[in-house]
């Protein structure tokens, strides 16, 4: 699909967003001059994403939900969280510790999560949340004070990563998808980094240059381990902060399980020849599409997340990969069948099993979604991985 047409079949902006949108773009065409024409993708993405005051994750608009331009899990349904809650509770009732809880987003998972465990005898210490949006911490204080004041009092907010190791559960919901990522091709010449510059009429656009050292180390450590070579025209993606952010994890988790949900596969899936296009892809108001440069600031632009990398930096980190398995084998494992029986009526259980599809059936979250299971510490196991063990595809 070209530019043109995409523009087309997405919403237009009102003027407040164009306005907004207008102040992203001269904050990039800025940064892409001062780095001499050209800008790494990763650094865009920081610029469009993250940026304070002009990110989208830090700037006001709507993100999740029905009036945003994506849905999560623990939006589309409290069977998630309750899910969620089953593989935690062991590892709380035990260590009588803490939740922390990556990029909170909405504040629905802590809405439904902290009622669950306490249901379950197993309510946190306290549960943290780490975020780095002002706006969405903002959205998350509104949503949780609407707890009971014993489950609200426990919720703390943290500017940082905990200096001192938790004991708990450490959970990220689609959190290593929006980190910011490199995009590279192969081409006949060899590998290039892709990045950002202007065209002729001022416009953003891809631009590429040679592969530096450590772009070709990273393609030669993938070839290596799929046993193949990519093949000229291959276009993908590489997310090397993925692996700094879970030393991050692996530093904040002193006992216990950090549980990461995510849409990914492993690197040998991830690089396949048949996915030659990458995975990249846009959100607004619920489209998908593949032109990052469109409304920078007012779209969500993510990658696939390559499971492996995450594997290998907790090993690295002194982390145990204790499970890895479909969303839909650790939902089913964890009882979501038994929540929708208990539907009081046929009605009840009709709407409660609807949205149970959206998070179970392959064409849906149920496959494309995986959830794993990293340890310290622990070797009781993870509630969730009886059912599938993947781990053989890492």
Not at 316 to 337: D, K
Request: glycine share 10%.
């Amino acid at each position: 699909m070209t530019r043109a047409a995409e523009v087309h079949n997405l919403p237009a902006l009102d003027a407040a967003q164009s306005a907004h949108s207008a102040r992203v773009r001269a904050s990039v065409a800025a940064a892409i001059s001062a780095r001499g024409g050209w800008l790494p993708f990763d650094e865009y993405l920081q610029l469009v994403l993250y940026a304070p005051g002009l990110g989208y994750y830090s700037a006001g608009a709507q993100k999740f939900g029905a009036a945003g331009d994506f849905t999560t899990a623990p939006e589309l349904s409290p069977l998630f969280g309750r899910c969620l809650a089953r593989a935690a509770a062991p590892l709380l009732a035990a260590t009588g510790g803490d939740v922390l809880e990556f990029g909170a987003g909405s504040g629905s998972l802590a809405a439904t999560l902290l009622p669950a465990l306490a249901e379950l005898g197993a309510p946190p210490r306290h549960y943290l949340i780490l975020e780095v949006s002002a706006e969405l911490r903002a959205r998350q204080q509104a949503a949780l004070a609407r707890l009971p004041a014993a489950l609200a009092g426990r919720v703390r907010w943290l500017e940082r990563p905990p200096a001192t190791p938790l004991a708990g559960v450490v959970l990220a919901n689609e959190v290593v998808d929006a980190l910011p990522f490199d995009c590279f091709a192969i081409r006949p010449a060899g590998p290039v980094a892709r990045g950002v510059a202007l065209d002729a009429s001022g416009e953003f656009g891809w631009a590429e240059v040679p592969a530096d050292a450590s772009l070709c180390a990273e393609l030669a450590r993938i070839e290596a381990d799929i046993g193949a070579t990519l093949p000229a025209g291959y276009v993908s993606e590489l997310c090397p902060a993925a692996g700094a952010w879970i030393a991050t994890v692996a530093a904040a988790l002193g006992q216990g399980a950090a549980l990461l949900i995510d849409y990914g596969v492993g690197r040998r899936e991830y690089y396949h020849a048949a996915r030659s296009s990458g995975t990249l892809r846009c959100h607004y108001r619920h489209r998908a599409h593949s032109d990052p440069f469109l409304h920078p600031g007012m779209q969500d632009i993510t990658a696939w997340v390559d499971f492996t990398r995450l594997a290998e930096a907790a090993v690295e980190s002194g982390l145990e990969v204790a499970g890895y398995c479909t969303q839909a084998a650790f939902l089913l494992a964890n009882g979501i069948e038994a929540d929708i029986a208990a539907g009081a009526d046929e009605r009840t259980r009709a709407r409660i099993g609807g949205a149970a599809r959206q998070l179970l059936l392959p064409g849906e979250m149920g496959e494309t979604f995986k959830v794993m299971a990293l340890t310290r510490d622990w070797e009781q196991g993870v509630n969730g991985f009886q059912l599938q063990d993947l781990r053989r595809l890492l």
